[in-house]
């Protein structure tokens, strides 16, 4: 059984930053991608970020420029570099993993933006 563990949520102001991190239980590269999703209250669950096996990234056209996404191999972790946060940046991020036929998803981690 897979796990995905974040970490890294809490409260900033705007225009703060926050790195979340996702550390799995096993090797990231045995996944075809992982990433970041992220849930408002009252709303659908969205894309923020991902990263392929081979390196390649994707982000909600919201959070180009602000965010980025990197990994560490020897770590088994996923991180997702948050910068000039704005309110409606707050949610709940969730780290997904995808291999062959499983979609692995974290617990969630809470990010509220807030003066």
């Known amino acids: 059984q897979v796990q995905l563990v974040e970490s890294g949520g809490g409260l900033v102001q705007p225009g703060g930053s926050l790195r979340l991190s996702c550390a799995a239980s096993r090797s990231i590269l045995s996944f075809y991608r992982m990433g970041w999703y992220r849930q408002a209250s009252g709303k659908q669950r969205e894309l923020v970020a991902t990263?392929?096996?081979?390196?390649?990234?994707n982000f909600a056209d919201s959070v180009k420029g602000r965010f980025t996404i990197s990994r560490d191999r020897a770590k088994n972790t996923v991180y997702l570099q948050m910068n000039s946060l704005k309110p409606e940046d707050t949610a709940v991020y969730y780290c997904n993993a995808l291999d062959s036929g499983n979609n692995y998803w974290g617990q969630g981690t809470q990010v509220t933006v807030s003066s």
């Open positions: 990263v392929t096996k081979t390196g390649s990234t």
